[in-house]
């Protein structure tokens, strides 16, 4: 069996930024070499007198990045965000050192197109993607023919955590298309973007974008009930399921499933 030296680090935290209540971000210095890739997941822990808890994170920085940054929401009742919350730069939570996940960005279809569905905090591994392809096509590296469309909902504006970086970083990238929409516009009365939620409009995009299966590789993150809902209307859209890729962020209990 492995040390538990062997398998985490002593990761610190240095940044801490809340987005809005309960919405926060963290940036962490890993406390030795951490090879992931965009798109991929870190696993944090936080040490109690029981037991050691562990959560899954979807890392949003970009492998070219020297510190990890990840995209938090605090769950009230849960285990492990309640302890991650009230922790503040300084502070020391275990990472394993060995990232995981298969939801990075497919360039192997050869598909030009990637569809990328999200809620709240299910944007961070576009962030990922987004920061890289960003990073390559300012070094000449970036992979030829490729174009993102990326959906984001959240319930209010306010919720979105990275809405100035997508939306500057759209400005600048011909091969970005962002489109940020709220759910509950009756409560961010100023909002004047798009509305509903990302199963509302998946629909109207994908006919406008012109986004068929054969081209197009779909991607969703974050709500299951998101994920649920979208990989049906996609398949309903000629998507084949292989051209589909999901990262689930949490089962929901029994008693509400559908
Ligand atoms: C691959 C992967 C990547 C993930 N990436 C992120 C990420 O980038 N950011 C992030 O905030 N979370 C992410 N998650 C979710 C994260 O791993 C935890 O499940 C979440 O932070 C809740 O942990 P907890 O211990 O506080 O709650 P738990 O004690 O695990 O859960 C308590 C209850 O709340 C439900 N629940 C869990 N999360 C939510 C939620 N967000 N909203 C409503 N109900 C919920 C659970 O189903 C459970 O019934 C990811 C999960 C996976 C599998």
Redesign the pocket.
Known sequence: MRSAEEKFYRARITHRDEFSAGLWKIRLDPGGPYDFAAGQ?ATLGVQTPEKL?E??????SSPYEPELE??????P????????HALRSGAEVSLRKIA??R?TLDLKSGHKNHLLLST???V??YMAYLRTLYKDSTENRFPADVHLYLVNAASRSWEFGYHEEIAELASKAPWLTYVPTVSRPYEDTEWRGETGRVEDIIRKYTDRWELSGSDTTGYL???PQMIELGKGILLRRGFPKQSLKE???????KTLRR
């Open positions: 997941f808890i959560r899954a994170y979807s890392i949003v990840l995209f938090i929401e605090l769950v009742g849960g285990e492990l965000t309640p302890l991650l995981k996940g939801f709240v905090t299910g961070a591994p993150c974050g709500h990262e689930v962020y949490w089962i929901p209990p």
